[in-house]
């Protein structure tokens, strides 16, 4: 049962950016506290951007200043913004509730900083 819908991943040089796009199919999207997670190859899924339903937001120190997550409930959208990208934010990125949801995990998109 497919909850959400990743986009916007690609290849890009360290320093560049991206922006990422979850398209949500779940009623009543503006209600949840919405995440992003990614999972480098061999490492655990961590949470890199938390939004509630008011837009307040929380990034970890690893990402800090460098990601920004935003949301368009209306459009049953979420975002994330990513500047300044290092090698070590590689990695395929997945939106969910928080906590997750085990059933809602999508495809993600593959996010890979290489020059």
């Known amino acids: 049962q497919v909850q959400f819908v990743e986009s916007g991943g690609g290849l890009v040089q360290p320093g560049g950016s991206l922006r990422l796009s979850c398209l949500g199919f779940?009623?009543?999207?503006?209600?949840?506290?919405m995440g992003w997670y990614r999972q480098a190859p061999g490492k655990q899924r961590e949470l890199v951007a938390s939004?509630?339903?008011?837009?307040?937001?929380m990034y970890p120190d690893s990402v800090k200043g460098r990601f920004t997550i935003s949301r368009d409930n209306a459009k049953n959208t979420l975002y994330l913004q990513m500047d300044s990208l290092k090698p070590e934010d590689t990695a395929a990125y997945y939106c969910?509730?928080?906590?997750?949801?085990?059933?809602?995990w999508g495809q993600g998109t593959q996010v890979t900083v290489s020059s």
């Open positions: 939004s509630t339903s008011g837009g307040s937001t």
């Open positions: 969910n509730l928080i906590p997750p949801n085990r059933n809602y």
């Open positions: 779940k009623s009543n999207f503006s209600r949840y506290v």
